[in-house]
C-alpha cells in the first residue's frame, strides 16, 4: 500500500480481554517495528521483524505480549488478559530494510483502552 | 545504550514568532539523529534527519536542525511558526547497524494567533 496501515484505530476492551492489533506495511518492506505510546512518554520499542522472523523481542513487556508476520508483510501484535497499564497507543512502522538509514514510516496507529 | 532528552515538555509560541526545541542525546559515538512530528491522531512524520556531513540539516516545512557534537545536542528550528505546526515533536537518536530508535519523551507545541 501506499502507507503504512493499522486497525483498528481506537480499540475499547474489558480488563482481562484478549486484543490482536494489526499492521499492513508499505508493500516491499522487509522490516516492521511496533512501537508503544504511552500518555505522556516517549515511544517504548516492543519488537522488530525483519521478514517473517523476529530477531529482537526484547521489549515486550510480558509474556502476554505476542506477535507474528506472515508472508513477509502484515503483522499481529496480540495483547493477552489484558490490563489497564496496557492502555496506550500503539504504532507499526515499516522501512525498505533492517536498517536503511532513513528512519521509519509510521501508521496512524491503535489507540488502546482497556476499561 | 543511546538515550534522549528533550528538556522542554511544552512550548507556547505566537503565530509568525521563530521556535527551538532542544534535544540532548547520549552515545559513545556518532549517532544518527532524527525529529519527527505527531498532529493529534497521526502517526509520526519524519521532519529530517542527520547522518554525517553537514551539521546544519533542512527538512520539510521549512524546520531546520543543528548537530552539535560537543553539546551532544540536536535542535530543532523553525525562523516563523505557522498555525498548522501545533503538534508534537520527537526527537530520536538512531545507532549504525541497530535498527531501534530511542525517543525522547516529545515536546508538545501550541500555536497562539
Avoid: M
Avoid at chain 2, 32 to 57: A, C, I, M, N, R
Avoid at chain 2, 85 to 99: H, S
Wanted: proline letters at 4%; hydrophobic letters at 30%.
Amino acid at each position: 500500500g501506499a502507507g503504512v496501515s493499522q486497525s483498528p484505530s481506537n480499540k475499547v476492551t474489558e480488563k482481562g480481554k484478549d486484543v490482536e492489533l494489526r499492521c499492513d506495511p508499505i508493500s516491499g518492506h522487509t522490516a516492521l517495528y511496533w512501537y508503544r505510546q504511552s500518555l505522556g512518554q516517549g515511544l517504548e520499542f516492543l519488537i522488530y521483524f525483519q521478514g517473517n522472523s523476529a530477531p529482537d523481542k526484547s521489549g515486550l513487556p510480558s509474556d502476554r505480549f505476542s506477535a507474528e508476520r506472515t508472508g513477509g508483510s502484515v503483522s499481529t501484535l496480540t495483547i493477552q488478559r489484558t490490563q489497564q497499564e496496557d492502555s496506550a497507543v500503539y504504532l507499526c512502522a515499516s522501512s525498505s530494510t533492517g536498517w536503511d538509514g532513513y528512519g521509519y514510516t509510521f501508521g496512524s496507529g491503535t489507540r488502546l483502552t482497556v476499561v | 545504550a543511546q538515550s534522549v532528552t528533550q528538556p522542554d515538555i511544552h512550548i507556547t509560541v505566537s503565530e509568525g514568532a521563530s521556535l527551538e526545541l532542544r534535544c540532548n542525546y547520549s552515545y559513545g559515538a556518532t549517532p544518527y539523529l532524527f525529529w519527527y512530528v505527531q498532529s493529534p491522531g497521526q502517526g509520526l512524520q519524519l521532519l529530517l534527519k542527520y547522518f554525517s556531513g553537514d551539521t546544519l540539516v533542512q527538512g520539510i516545512k521549512g524546520f531546520e536542525a543543528e548537530f552539535k557534537r560537543s553539546q551532544s545536542s540536536f535542535n530543532l528550528r523553525k525562523p516563523s511558526v505557522h498555525w498548522s505546526d501545533a503538534a508534537e515533536y520527537f526527537c530520536a537518536v538512531g545507532v549504525r547497524n541497530d535498527y531501534k530508535l530511542s525517543f525522547g519523551a516529545g515536546t508538545t507545541v501550541t500555536v497562539r494567533a
